[in-house]
């Protein structure tokens, strides 16, 4: 997750049950950016460089090494501001102390440093189901994630937790005739609606002006969508 606090503070308090891992690319990149906030540049490298290793580069492969090295690393830091960096200290207080639950390698699982699964669905949705899309109506992105990325997360888990190969190319078969049959069914209810419509106009017992608002918007889309591809 993203290691600002006003985000962290929201997921917590809305789902008081999630574990956050904050990424460590993302809690480098925030601890780059604060060299202001010291007097010594000196002191500023050696901040960097220990949070680069609690949060990085520490040894997870031994526990108790990982502990003592982590215990060893905090507590130089924290000396260091609390001595000699006071505006820095401050800082470190509100971001860091407090949430190093999230941050250091000490307290979260061994390859969860850079949160690299959500990265990796977050890159897929803009990659694949939303490439070149700027801008995007909320309503038509609800509908996207509903009628597209759901199912095919669903068919992701279901060969995910299949051992049998042949099993796994039945689900993948079955999922994909599943999706042209839809196709086809939504085919022929469009060209029964449009035949439905279009019956109405030509026995003139609508009045015109009612249906071109409607039907000029389903143009647009139509249209909108057609470009997209």
């Known amino acids: 997750a993203d290691c600002a606090l006003n985000i962290a503070c929201t997921i917590e308090d809305g789902f008081p049950l999630a574990q956050l891992s904050w990424c460590a690319v993302h809690v480098l990149r925030a601890c780059a950016k604060v060299g202001s906030y010291f007097d010594n540049p000196q002191n500023f490298e050696n901040f960097y460089l220990a949070m680069d290793f609690l949060t990085l580069r520490a040894d997870a492969t031994n526990a108790e090494k990982l502990a003592e090295e982590s215990d060893e690393t905090y507590e130089f830091l924290t000396t260091m501001l609390e001595e ?103 085919h022929d209810e469009c060209l029964k609606l449009i035949q439905h419509i279009l ?31």
Do not use: C
């Open 84 to 186: 000699e960096e006071p505006r820095a200290l401050k800082y470190f207080d509100k971001q860091w102390r407090r949430t190093k639950e999230h941050w250091m390698m000490l307290y979260r699982g061994e390859g969860d440093s850079t949160n690299n699964i959500a990265e990796s669905h977050f890159h897929q949705l803009k990659q694949t189901f939303f490439l070149g899309k700027k801008n995007e109506r909320i309503d038509d992105i609800v509908i996207t994630l509903i009628t597209v990325v759901i199912p095919n997360a669903i068919i992701k888990v279901q060969v995910a937790n299949v051992l049998n190969e042949e099993r796994a190319v039945r689900i993948l078969t079955r999922a994909g005739n599943q999706i042209v049959e839809q196709r086809a069914s939504k």
């Open 199 to 229: 019956e109405i106009v030509e026995s003139r017992r609508i009045e015109p002006n009612v249906l071109i608002p409607s039907l000029k918007a389903i143009l647009n889309l139509a249209q909108r969508s057609l470009k997209e591809k």
